[in-house]
């Protein structure tokens, strides 16, 4: 299963389990598997469009990078993971 950091829009952040990548492109939501050093794994189609940028543009990048304040991404990383 793959872990999956969620942030909702009200600002809440949770650690989910996701057993494949089926369930990650069906939500209607965006949704970003990453790894343990904060790196894109997989996202869905949702995140695509909300990011406005290809899959392999994604893939592989700093997760951290795409927020206003990475450092602030970056705490909120550790303390969940």
Do not use: C, H, W
């Not at 949704?31 to 909300?50: C, D, G, H, W």
């Amino acid at each position: 299963m793959a872990k999956v950091l969620i942030i909702g829009t009200s600002g809440n952040i949770g650690l989910e389990e996701i057993s494949n990548a089926k369930n990650i492109e069906a939500s209607l939501g965006p949704v970003v598997t990453i790894s343990p050093e904060r790196k894109i794994t997989n996202l869905n189609e949702a995140s695509l469009k909300v990011k406005g940028l290809p899959r392999l543009k994604l893939f592989k990048t700093d997760f951290s990078d795409y927020f206003t304040e990475p450092q602030k991404a970056r705490k909120g990383y550790k303390e969940v993971f």
